[in-house]
């Protein structure tokens, strides 16, 4: 069968593509600072925090990564109205994406302070700092230093997965490709267009983020520019 190609509709469907686009970028930069965020303060719950709260921050951790991400998203959009707790689509997948973007980044950086030397919690004490500075400016600079390449590809795949939250109808990328597909059943075509966009997204967001790496690590940027 011969089949003939027709992109013909970007020039009717090309405000859908970029609504979409739009939600995915908002939701990556939601997603991204809030999960790091979150990931930076689980890290030092169970690197550095009291006995109690560790084994409650493990259970998030081992929960979230041994789950799949779209059955948290269902939990959190279907479920937790059982509850009570009702969202709108963007806000359940915000939320998703934060909560899985925490538990990921916390044992990355986790990795990254527990490499740091125990000399450096003596010296941080001995310059008169306390606890929450030490772990600021003598622990937790030098290890996102250490794993901000893969921090930084687990943005990039949280970015990715937030594919999913079409499946809630969040009008994200993936829900314009589905849209125009159902419109113009031209399925090849839209989802080719969709995929060289989430392409273009994964790597400018890669470029993006080494950028902000050279900005706060600029000797670790110099190393890198050097290379």
Known sequence: MHYTFDFGWLLEYW??????????????LVGGVLGVSLGVACAWARALGPGWLRPIV?????????TPFLIQLFFIFFGLPALGIRMNELEAANLAMVINLGAYGCEI????IQATPKGQFEAGASLGMSRIQTFWHVILIPALQRIWPALSSQIVIVMLGSAAVSQI?????????NFIQSRTFRAFEAYFVTTLIYLALAVLLRQLLRGVGWTIFPRRGAASRAR
């Open 58 to 66: 493990t259970a998030y951790v081992e929960m979230i990564r041994n």
């Open 169 to 177: 109808a969040a009008e994200d990328l993936t829900f314009a490709a």
């Open 109 to 112: 950086i986790r990795a990254g």
């Open 15 to 28: 405000p859908v593509l970029l609504k979409g686009i739009g939600i995915t970028v908002e939701l990556t």
